[in-house]
């Protein structure tokens, strides 16, 4: 079994920045791809971005250019640096963890999900 918290959210104007950190403990996720993904009021959870053991990256268009995610495998974790938010990145950010061959902006690829951690983005 594979836990995941995130941390890292908060309140930030429009324009700024926020770290969001995945602390994963149980099994070790060297080889697992660690994904984020964030879910608004009403709506389903939506990709934002993957990286795998290997570091290779993909991100929404959405996020394309600001949002930038890493993983550190010897502290098991992984971040998502945001710059540049709006209001319209507001919603809970999710970490999770699979072995995933295809399909990595579907949610149900993963395995395992950490609780969430709120951002909002104030105009």
């Known amino acids: 079994q594979v836990q995941l918290v995130e941390s890292g959210g908060g309140l930030v104007q429009a324009g700024g920045s926020l770290r969001l950190s995945c602390a994963a403990s149980g099994r070790t996720v060297i080889r697992h791809d660690m994904g984020w993904f964030r879910q608004a009021p009403g709506k389903e959870r939506e990709f934002v971005s993957v990286?795998?053991?290997?570091?290779?990256?993909i991100y929404a268009d959405s996020v394309k250019g600001r949002f930038t995610i890493s993983r550190d495998s010897r502290k098991n974790t992984v971040y998502l640096e945001m710059s540049s938010l709006k209001p319209e990145d507001t919603a809970v950010y999710y970490c999770a963890a699979g072995s995933i061959t295809a399909d990595v902006a579907r949610p149900f690829k993963y395995d395992y999900w950490g609780q969430g951690t709120q951002v909002t983005v104030s105009s």
């Open positions: 990286i795998n053991w290997l570091g290779g990256r």
